[in-house]
T-cell receptor
Framework: DVKVTQSSRYLVKRTGEKVFLECVQD?????MFWYRQDPGLGLRLIYF???????EKGDIPEGYSVSREKKERFSLILESASTNQTSMYLC????????????FGSGTRLTVV | RKEVEQDPGPFNVPEGATVAFNCTYS??????FFWYRQDCRKEPKLLMS???SGNEDGRFTAQLNRASQYISLLIRDSKLSDSATYLC???????FGAGTRLTVKP
C-alpha cells in the first residue's frame, strides 16, 4: 500500500559531497514537492514540480536542485552538502494543486558531517 | 509576518477533554486548507480538509473563518492516541504552520 517512497530512511554524508535524494510515487500525481523539516521551523518548501521536466523554487532553494525526468520520480540534489543541510527531508505528491492534500513519503533523515 | 502561524503549545490535556487549536494565515485570497497529524519521527498524515462551511469527522471538527483569517481544529473527548503534533497547511501557497504539540494524559 506504499504510495510515496523515499529511497533512504537515514543517510550520513560528508561535507562537500553531492547527495541525491530520490522520491517515487505510484499514484500518477502530477504535483510533487520537497520539504525539509527542522525543530521549531516546521516544514519549509524547497522545490516543487507541477509536471515532468518542470520545476519551481520554493522558499529555501539555495544549495539544492531538483530533477523530474519522469512523472513518478522527483529527485532532490544537494550540490555540495553542508552541515546546515542536516535535516529531515520529506517528499510529497498531490493530485491537484489546491483542492487535495499531500501524501508524504516516510522521510529521509540526512546528517552531514 | 509568517504566512501561516500556529501556537506551538504544548497542550497537555486529560483524557476526555475538549481541545482546540487555531492557525492564522496572512493571504486573504487563500482557498485551500488542511489539517495534518504527525507522530514522533513519522511523516505527516492527512487528518481532514477544511471547508468554509466547516466539516466534522467523528470527534474532530475543522472550521475556516475567512473574516479573521484563521482555521481551527476541535478535538472532543480526547484519547491518549490523539497525542501528536498537529499541522495546518495553506495548500495554495504550499505553506505549513510549525505545528502544535498535543499530549493527552490519563
Amino acid at each position: 500500500d506504499v504510495k510515496v517512497t523515499q529511497s533512504s530512511r537515514y543517510l550520513v554524508k560528508r561535507t562537500g559531497e553531492k547527495v541525491f535524494l530520490e522520491c517515487v510515487q505510484d499514484m500518477d500525481h502530477e504535483n510533487m514537492f520537497w520539504y525539509r523539516q527542522d525543530p521549531g521551523l516546521g516544514l519549509r518548501l524547497i522545490y516543487f514540480s507541477y509536471d515532468v521536466k518542470m520545476k519551481e523554487k520554493g522558499d529555501i532553494p539555495e544549495g539544492y536542485s531538483v530533477s523530474r525526468e519522469k512523472k513518478e520520480r522527483f529527485s532532490l540534489i544537494l550540490e555540495s552538502a553542508s552541515t546546515n543541510q542536516t535535516s529531515m527531508y520529506l517528499c510529497a505528491s498531490s493530485r491537484t494543486q489546491q483542492g487535495t492534500g499531500y501524501t508524504f513519503g516516510s522521510g529521509t533523515r540526512l546528517t552531514v558531517v | 509576518r509568517k504566512e501561516v502561524e500556529q501556537d506551538p503549545g504544548p497542550f497537555n490535556v486529560p483524557e476526555g477533554a475538549t481541545v482546540a487549536f487555531n492557525c492564522t494565515y496572512s493571504n486573504s485570497a487563500s482557498q485551500s486548507f488542511f489539517w495534518y497529524r504527525q507522530d514522533c519521527r513519522k511523516e505527516p498524515k492527512l487528518l481532514m480538509s477544511v471547508y468554509s462551511s466547516g466539516n466534522e469527522d467523528g470527534r474532530f471538527t475543522a472550521q475556516l473563518n475567512r473574516a479573521s483569517q484563521y482555521i481551527s481544529l476541535l478535538i472532543r473527548d480526547s484519547k491518549l492516541s490523539d497525542s501528536a503534533t498537529y499541522l495546518c497547511v495553506e495548500k495554495g501557497g504550499m505553506r505549513f504552520g510549525a505545528g502544535t504539540r498535543l499530549t493527552v494524559k490519563p
